[in-house]
């Protein structure tokens, strides 16, 4: 696949390309001091001078809140919500695609959930590599890496003046080549630079020792390694909320006399209702079972059920929790 490049300057009269094209593009715009993948309409003032996002861009392939279909008298109206338009993702950090990649795996295989799916083929994903990793960030030692391609449809490498684009999926080289009068293909110069920008990036962010993870968290049921976090544990759910590969939900029927909607809603697994019988009885009944939970779904069963530990890390847990709880203290031996 061939990268091309296209100056700075020029990015404008990309995203008014985009946008004509039928596509809804979301980039990096500064608002209140934060930039946020936001909606572009016309003139978009991009700032690619972020680390990362601070929401994950997940809400775009499972919305916070969802409805799934109406229905009236107990009859099906509507099988769902209307079918999404054509997006463009323009700006994720290779983490955040890396989750969607892990997401997929979940929702793609049998039985495929066509909620998300519509999403995820309606919407192309352009990650900016990352030059300067935060402190909290661990992508390296889960498998990741700061130029990572998995999840995503190209790759934006910024190269001072231009920005190089490669496409790394069919549809992004197919999507890239519409815009040929705009781009030029990148020299073997050009390749290298990015080249050294992704090794750069990695050989600064530190490797934690967890290769064995999967194993060692497999034998970690009964451990006592829950008990310091699960004891300064809050159970708000915000390291859920913020994760990127975090993907509990719950569906509740919501009725108005004859009308009414199933909704699909985020819910979290550190939460004590969340495994709440009706019969009172709840299996995780203490802040110890379910910060367990969470580990153990991320770097035990998701190896089991999935192959790939489900974290990308992306450090938000660590950095939103209110208790300052690291879950590298946890997980590293
Ligand atoms: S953010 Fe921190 S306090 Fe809140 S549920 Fe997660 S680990 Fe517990
Ligand atoms: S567990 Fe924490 S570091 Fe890992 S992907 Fe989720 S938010 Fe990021």
Same mark, same amino acid.
């Given at each position: ?23 809804? *593009?979301?980039?990096?715009?500064? %608002? ?6 936001? +909606?572009?309409? $016309? /003139?978009?003032?991009?700032? &690619? ?106 790759? *934006?490498?910024?190269?001072?003046? %231009? ?6 999926? +069919?549809?992004? $080289? /197919?999507?890239?080549?519409? &815009? ?123 190896? $089991?059920?999935?192959?790939?530990? &489900? ?23």
């Amino acid at each position: 696949m061939t990268a091309k490049t296209i100056e700075k300057e020029k990015l404008t009269e990309l995203a008014k390309a985009i946008i004509a094209g039928g596509f809804r *593009l979301y980039g990096p715009v500064r %608002t209140g001091g934060e930039v946020a993948l936001t +909606e572009v309409t $016309e /003139e978009p003032e991009f700032d &690619f001078d972020y680390r990362n996002f601070k929401t994950s861009p997940k809400e775009f392939f499972l919305p916070q809140s969802e409805v799934l279909c109406r229905f009236c008298r107990g009859e099906l109206v509507e099988d769902a919500a209307s079918a999404p338009e054509k997006k463009v993702l323009l700006g994720l950090r290779p983490c955040d695609a890396r989750a969607l990649w892990l997401m997929d795996k979940v929702f793609l295989e049998e039985p495929e959930d066509v909620y998300y799916k519509e999403n995820r083929d309606k919407t192309l994903v352009v990650s900016a590599a990352c030059s300067s990793p935060e402190a909290t960030c661990f992508c390296t030692s889960v498998g990741g890496s700061p130029a990572g391609a998995e999840g995503s449809d190209i790759l *934006l490498f910024d190269l001072g003046e %231009t920005f190089l684009l490669e496409p790394v999926s +069919e549809p992004g $080289e /197919e999507f890239l080549n519409q &815009f040929s009068k705009i781009t030029k293909d990148a020299t073997k110069k050009q390749i290298s630079e990015k080249e050294k920008i992704a090794e750069e990036a990695a050989s600064r962010m530190e490797k934690l020792p967890l290769d064995d993870a999967a194993e060692r968290f497999a034998k970690a049921f009964d451990s006592d390694i829950w008990k310091a976090p699960s004891q300064r544990c809050l159970g708000c759910g915000i390291c859920t909320y913020f994760c990127p590969t975090c993907h509990c939900f719950d569906v509740t029927d919501e009725t108005l006399r004859e009308n009414g909607r199933r909704v699909r809603t985020w819910d979290s697994c550190m939460y004590s209702l969340f495994t709440l019988h009706a019969s009172g009885h709840n299996p995780r009944p203490t802040q110890n079972e379910r910060v367990r939970q969470r580990f153990m779904h991320k770097f035990s069963y998701s190896v $089991e059920n999935c192959g790939e530990l &489900f974290c990308v890390g992306c450090g938000r847990c660590i950095k939103h929790c209110p208790v300052n709880i690291d879950l590298r203290e946890v997980i590293v031996p």
